[in-house]
């Protein structure tokens, strides 16, 4: 609004500058083009101009009135005549007045729905259904579509919720066999250590129950309340290797806690471990063995900033990778449930912080997360 605003008042002030100028340059030409003869002395005629025929001492010059003798060669009019720029100042004053309340006007009506149709969608294509669509506006086409549009966020809404008590029973349901299904096969595991078809139904099975588990956990995030603290950033991230050990081992990945000793962080502590987690395991399991997963963070006044960087192959499509049900590919790997990230993302908007990836195929890939060090 505002940049419509500005630019509106320079195009008017432009406007109305060049013409007022032209008018004054006009009248000014038509001022010199009917000019009178000019006077000497006052009222005293150029008698080789008005009786050319004359000699100019025939007849005695005619004196000067007094009061006649500082008003120039246009009299009193045009020694009285005001300057030029303050009829412009008026013109512009009463224009600015008038086109404000017409700028209002459209703003109200027009410019401002707009703006928030503009941002509310973007927020439904982020995945966000928590909009409402208000306005002061009168027109009725603007009413209308403000009400169609609240209509349709609310029934998104309803949808949303359908689809999600849905995949919640089937999880559930799924669940409870799988995890039965896991003792079994670490009875198969123990009695048949050996043989490659075991190893693959056990790999298999704690893929699906991992899946399972973060589809409940991507739903129970919704509810959590969170308890922001300030603690050991390092020490958090020393606990999340060595528990990530036998993974990183079985694949020769190099993990390296490179925080400082007395860094601290703002944020929920239960959290923030999922998050930082969810990065390093995501990152164990995507890329190729030999590789390193380095875990950095540095501190400024006002926020934090953490990095999950690994060596691997990159990431090929990083415009989806935080929306839900949308897999990654990484060294020709998929997520296992596309939930993961989504996850972490949703986290650490809960920490009042914000998450980015880059990422180069074949070399790297960094997720930085940035976190406010108010204590708010």
Known sequence: MGK????????FFSFISILFFSLISFNEHRMNR????????????????????????DMPQRPTPPD?????????????????????????LLSFIFIYFVLRYIAKTFVEPLEQIKENVKKIKDGTLDVEFTTDSENKEILTTF???????????????????????????LRAPVIAQERAMEILGEEFEDNPLVK?????????????????????????????????????????????????????????????????????????????????????ENIDEGKTVKVKAFKTRSDSTIIVEDNG????????IF?????????????????????????????????????ELGKYTKFIIELNNGKN
């Open 68 to 92: 006649m003798r500082s008003r120039g060669p246009q009299g009193s009019a045009a020694h009285s005549a005001p300057p030029a720029f303050i009829p412009f100042i008026f013109i512009m």
């Open 147 to 173: 009400e169609t549009l609240n209509n349709m966020t609310e029934g998104l809404k309803q949808k949303e919720k359908l689809y999600d008590n849905f995949i919640q029973n089937i999880v559930h349901d």
């Open 200 to 284: 693959g139904l056990v790999s298999n099975n704690d893929a699906f129950l991992k899946m399972i588990n973060e589809i409940i956990e991507a739903f129970s995030q919704r509810d959590v309340k969170l308890e922001k603290t300030e603690f050991n950033l390092s020490k958090m991230v020393d606990s999340i290797i060595e528990a990530l050990r036998p993974a990183s081992d079985s694949k020769n990945i190099k993990t390296v806690n490179l925080v400082e000793n007395d860094l601290t962080i703002y944020a929920d502590y239960l959290s923030f471990n999922r998050i930082v987690a969810n990065l390093v395991s995501n990152a164990i």
């Open 323 to 359: 929306k839900k049900y949308s897999s990654s590919n990484k060294s020709g790997k998929k997520a296992v449930s596309g939930l993961g990230l989504a996850i972490v993302a949703e986290l650490v908007k809960k920490n009042d912080g914000t998450i980015r990836v880059e990422s």
């Open 4 to 11: 419509f605003i500005f630019k509106f008042f320079i195009i």
């Open 34 to 57: 009917t000019e009178q003869p000019s006077y000497q002395s006052g009222f005293t005629v150029e008698r080789d101009q008005m009786r050319p025929n004359y000699d100019r001492y």
């Open 313 to 320: 192959a990159g990431i090929e499509d990083t415009e989806k």
